[in-house]
């Protein structure tokens, strides 16, 4: 869009860009652009115990178009995502038998591969998807299998390396749990081409043609299999020589310390690295996300260098690579993004988030299931298990504030601040900082003054004094893409008081006893002041939230800050507004 001169009515296209479909609702982001969700009920979610669980993409290369696929406990669901921001459900094929939590989806040669767990004679669905090209999004099939596979039957995962045209069907009732391996390289008719079980269950793997640093494997097709053995110590990264499928050989079993279970991983894209995610270790040991490295400089020998923590204590799913960057399924705690460094593979920064699940970031199993990042559009799918489906977009630009963001605007509109516009996934175009305020009636543009470069002057208008206005900024990069600040503007946007000043009658930052009362009937936690003791467990606040050191808090107590059987009520003292 082109900035306005002069105030006008809110700019349609940028609002959809930054909303999308409904708009975002609560959901964090930061550095991350929010295109669209959709909720389980829009994409064939049916009745309310339905949960989202895997998800993958397809381009078709004949038209160009991008889709999502989403596993529901009772269907696949497909979506049209070639206009991210106003993305078309077009229907779904049914589970082959029943309701399961568990669905993957691969895909090969314009075609989708689907098997499930804990689900009877499932097998695995073929779909052909090239049928999407003329579904009419207002008439949604409900699609048949294109053709079926039943050497197997209830399976937790697929594999599928696509350089090779083999299936590699892991979890099943095949092969002691390990790799069942079927070849797809004619979709429509898959056949069996072997089995390793040796090493026992595997939960997920990535097959690769190896052309990574160790030169005897050189060329061959290695498979690295996450080993997870609930209740047992031996939960491993698992390397095979899958070339032969009627002779896969081991090449190592490397166990790590303190295991949980081992879920899912993904190679760094030198083949160098692998990083493992542990989906029980969060919840069996205490602390933060945490991944496992393991340099595998030596497929026979490969050396585990360690745990690389997270930001919260959410427990790690599903993970992929993309240009040296990490984008793991966070389950409460969402998509996390998280940036390899080139000189150190166990140092990884978190410099992005779309958080999918604002209830908590509890150690527990709600929230983002999986992601896919490898659409040339650069648009991520994540699947929620509650909230269903979101794309979103790593940030074209970045906004920095030099001397920080106004909470305080003169009326007479000569308020100004600077906004610093710098260079994230795009670079910035010059001259498209704006100004979005609501002063209530809805959202109006202000183009920025161009101090140097990329750096801006923004300038409230003229607004009634005690007004709270709203308002977010925005810029275009080069590739004509539009980022917001806040970036699920304008559902969420910051918020300032018109006014020369503001007096404050009272003031209590809790270092004394200025006649708070506590009442309630509750059994146990009741309101008390004092020193946070909490150790961060459960909720409890480890400080007071502006550093004096006491504040009000209930059952003041590492991991016991609940309140239970009955209700606590904490009343201020009578405040005077004489004289205000």
């Known amino acids: 869009f082109a900035p306005h001169d002069e105030p006008g009515a809110p700019d349609d296209a940028l609002l959809a860009a930054a909303a999308g479909i409904g708009g975002s609702g609560p959901y964090q982001f930061n550095n991350m652009e929010f295109l669209a969700r959709l909720p389980l009920s829009e994409i064939g979610g049916g009745p309310a115990n339905i949960l989202a669980n895997d998800c993958w ?49 691969k895909v090969y040669s314009d075609h989708a591969f689907i098997v499930s767990d804990n689900n009877d004679d499932h097998g695995m ?19 048949s299998n294109t053709a079926h596979y039943s050497g197997c039957n209830s399976s937790h995962n697929i594999v599928i390396n696509e350089d090779t045209g083999y299936a590699y069907v892991v979890g099943s009732n095949r092969a002691n749990g390990g790799l069942h391996v079927v070849d797809i390289q004619n979709p429509l008719q898959p ?11 595997c939960h997920d793997a990535q097959v690769v043609s190896y052309a990574g640093p160790d030169e005897d494997y050189l060329g061959r097709e290695v498979a690295f299999c996450c080993n997870g053995r609930l209740g047992s110590d031996n939960d491993a990264l698992v390397i095979v020589d899958v070339s032969n499928k009627s002779s896969m050989t081991l090449i190592s079993s490397n166990t790590y310390p303190e295991p949980g279970y081992a879920h899912q ?8 690295y692998f990083y493992l995610g542990d989906e029980t270790d969060e919840s069996n040991y205490g602390g933060a996300t945490r991944l496992l490295v393991w340099d595998c400089l030596d497929l026979d020998e490969p050396v585990f260098l360690g745990y690389a923590n997270g930001a919260t204590n959410a427990i790690d799913h599903n993970m992929y690579i993309r240009d040296g960057r990490i984008y793991l399924a966070n389950y409460s705690a969402g998509l ?38 490898f659409f040339e559009s650069r648009v991520i799918v994540v699947s929620d298990r509650q909230n269903g489906l979101f794309l979103v977009r790593l940030a074209q630009v970045q906004f920095e504030f030099p001397d920080g963001r106004p909470d305080l605007v003169d009326p007479d ?48 208008p003229p607004m009634e004094c005690g007004t709270v206005v709203q308002y977010f900024v925005s810029a275009e990069s080069t590739d004509g893409i539009v980022n917001c600040d806040p970036p699920n503007a304008p559902d969420i946007a910051f918020s300032a ?26 059994q146990a936690g009741h309101w008390e002041r004092g020193v946070p003791s909490g150790d961060g467990d459960r909720g409890d606040p480890v400080v007071d939230a502006d550093g004096s050191s006491r504040c009000y808090l209930t059952q003041n107590g590492p991991g016991d800050t609940d309140v239970d059987g009955g209700s606590t009520v904490l009343t201020s003292p009578m405040l005077s507004a004489l004289g205000s």
């Open 57 to 105: 993409g397809w381009t078709d290369k004949q038209t160009g178009k991008e889709y999502a696929l989403c596993g529901l406990m009772h269907a696949t669901s497909f979506v049209d995502i070639s206009d991210p921001v106003n993305p078309r459900y077009l229907g779904q094929l049914p589970s082959q038998t029943g309701i399961s939590t568990w669905r993957d989806i």
């Open 125 to 143: 669905q073929v779909f052909d998807l090239t049928q999407l090209r003329t579904v009419d999004p207002d008439n949604p099939v409900i699609f």
């Open 191 to 201: 056949m069996e081409a072997g089995n390793y079980g040796d090493s026992g269950y």
């Open 265 to 272: 991983g993904w190679l760094s894209e030198d083949q160098r």
């Open 336 to 373: 996390r993004v998280l940036q390899i460094d080139a000189m150190d593979a166990m140092d990884l920064t978190e410099i992005a988030f779309a958080d999918t699940y604002v209830t908590d970031n509890d150690t527990d199993y709600d929230g983002a299931w999986s992601n896919y990042p």
């Open 413 to 460: 509109g000569v308020a100004e601040f600077t906004v610093q516009v710098n260079p994230f996934e795009g670079q910035p175009a010059a001259g498209t900082a704006v100004l979005h305020v609501n002063r209530g009636s809805g959202f109006e543009t202000f183009a920025m003054n161009p101090v140097a470069d990329n750096l801006y002057e923004a300038v409230f």
């Open 497 to 522: 008081i018109v006014a020369d000043s503001v007096e404050f009658p009272f003031v209590d930052d809790f270092e004394t006893d200025l006649g708070w009362t506590v009442s309630g009937d509750a």
